[in-house]
């Protein structure tokens, strides 16, 4: 029987802001990066990383999360012999583009961070089409038992999702689960792809216009910032809700604010506002058909722990010569949220 490849340890440095990996390479996941590489020294923090770069001349491979540092000619002149960057978070389009331009593999958890929006997502249209929200809202006195708004509910409705990127495609398959109508409003969105997910596309007028829910996941670039303007939001089914746990600045939210004041009969989830927080004395804190929370639906408590583990599954991959599965190429940077 032939004996499995033995691998010599790569020599790794885990770099970022000591709370944040503190966070994502905890449960045992700092002595899995022990394991699997031979890490050079202790955590090297961000604001620090110049005076620490002696020390990193023979590293490899770089292991992260959020607040990542700025890769500069300097920096990494100073790592002439890093391949690789595994970054367990989301987004590396801050700090990506000179590593991808000296031909640096870049490895990012995005995917994993994709998962728990997308049950917060579900679960907040499962609620919406249930009539959840406004039904709890009118429900404060024995009388209402029978009169208090009620949903459509779950069996045939119209879900329609704006972008099917990691997030919106990740709702698209939980939604599978139920006999609902998935319509998808994306201009990059392939015949094929949308075959796969089962889900039908239409235009951002149709999308309103359709759906018993919205869901917005749509990246911020600047064709898509302040693209959901009144015309969309008046345009709505009676009693449809608007989720938005995408980017905050996507939205016109001056009008969605007087749209829902002249609505009272929509409702809309807000896990992302702009600017964030609102400002003091918004009406989004105040108007009784709009619910913001404080941007839960990515990764939270041991969550985020899920974003090491999937580097490290990349990490098994890159070493052995495959692809990696999550690896950013540059044509990914330009849109990445």
Same mark, same amino acid.
């Given at each position: 029987?032939?004996?499995?490849?033995? /691998?010599?340890?790569?020599?790794?440095?885990?770099?970022?802001?000591?709370?944040?990996?503190?966070?994502?390479?905890?449960?045992?996941?700092?002595?899995?990066?022990?394991?699997?590489?031979?890490?050079? *020294?202790?955590?090297?923090?961000?604001?620090?990383?110049?005076?620490?770069?002696?020390?990193?001349?023979?590293?490899?491979?770089?292991?992260?999360?959020?607040?990542?540092? +700025?890769f500069t000619p300097q920096v990494l002149a100073a790592m002439p012999k890093l391949k690789a960057v595994f970054y367990a978070a989301g987004s590396v389009r801050y700090f990506g583009l000179p590593l991808l331009e000296?031909?640096?593999?870049?490895?990012?958890?995005?995917?994993?961070?994709?998962?728990?929006?997308?049950?917060?997502?579900?679960?907040?249209?499962?609620?919406?089409?249930?009539?959840?929200? /406004?039904?709890?809202?009118?429900?404060?006195?024995? =009388?209402?038992?029978?009169?208090?708004?009620?949903?459509?509910?779950?069996? *045939?409705?119209?879900?329609?999702?704006?972008?099917?990127?990691?997030?919106?495609?990740?709702?698209? +398959?939980?939604?599978?689960?139920?006999? $609902?109508?998935?319509?998808?409003? =994306?201009?990059?969105?392939?015949?094929?792809?949308?075959?796969?997910?089962?889900?039908?596309?239409?235009?951002?007028? +149709?999308?309103?216009?359709?759906?018993?829910?919205?869901?917005?996941? $749509?990246? =911020? $670039?600047?064709?898509?910032?302040?693209s959901l303007t009144r015309s969309h939001f008046a345009s709505m089914r009676k009693h449809a809700t608007f989720i938005n746990t995408g980017r905050g600045i996507t939205v016109d939210e001056a009008a969605l604010i007087e749209v829902m004041q002249e609505r009272p009969d929509l409702t809309a989830l807000l896990d992302v506002t702009h600017p964030e927080p609102p400002q003091a004395g918004s009406l989004l804190y105040t108007l009784?058909?709009?619910?913001?929370?404080?941007?839960?639906?990515?990764? $939270? *408590?041991?969550?985020?722990?899920?974003?090491?583990?999937?580097?490290?599954? =990349?990490?098994?991959?890159?070493?052995? *010569?495959?692809?990696?599965?999550? +690896?950013?190429?540059?044509?990914?940077?330009?849109?990445?949220?």
């Amino acid at each position: 029987m032939a004996s499995s490849p033995v /691998h010599s340890k790569l020599k790794s440095a885990l770099i970022g802001d000591a709370t944040s990996i503190s966070q994502v390479f905890s449960a045992g996941r700092l002595e899995r990066l022990q394991e699997l590489t031979d890490l050079q *020294g202790e955590l090297v923090p961000s604001p620090s990383l110049v005076e620490n770069l002696p020390r990193l001349a023979e590293v490899e491979v770089i292991f992260g999360t959020w607040s990542m540092p +700025e890769f500069t000619p300097q920096v990494l002149a100073a790592m002439p012999k890093l391949k690789a960057v595994f970054y367990a978070a989301g987004s590396v389009r801050y700090f990506g583009l000179p590593l991808l331009e000296r031909g640096i593999t870049l490895v990012s958890a995005w995917q994993a961070n994709a998962i728990p929006v997308a049950e917060f997502t579900l679960a907040q249209i499962l609620l919406a089409t249930k009539g959840y929200f /406004h039904n709890v809202a009118e429900y404060v006195h024995p =009388d209402v038992l029978f009169t208090a708004h009620r949903g459509r509910g779950n069996f *045939g409705e119209t879900v329609v999702l704006l972008g099917c990127g990691a997030i919106g495609s990740k709702v698209a +398959e939980y939604l599978r689960n139920f006999h $609902l109508q998935v319509k998808v409003y =994306d201009p990059f969105l392939s015949d094929e792809r949308a075959a796969a997910l089962n889900v039908t596309r239409v235009s951002l007028p +149709e999308a309103f216009a359709e759906g018993y829910v919205v869901s917005n996941h $749509l990246p =911020d $670039l600047p064709e898509t910032r302040s693209s959901l303007t009144r015309s969309h939001f008046a345009s709505m089914r009676k009693h449809a809700t608007f989720i938005n746990t995408g980017r905050g600045i996507t939205v016109d939210e001056a009008a969605l604010i007087e749209v829902m004041q002249e609505r009272p009969d929509l409702t809309a989830l807000l896990d992302v506002t702009h600017p964030e927080p609102p400002q003091a004395g918004s009406l989004l804190y105040t108007l009784p058909n709009i619910h913001v929370t404080t941007h839960i639906a990515g990764s $939270l *408590g041991d969550e985020v722990i899920r974003m090491a583990d999937y580097c490290f599954e =990349d990490f098994l991959r890159w070493r052995s *010569g495959q692809q990696p599965l999550y +690896e950013v190429t540059l044509a990914q940077l330009q849109t990445m949220a």
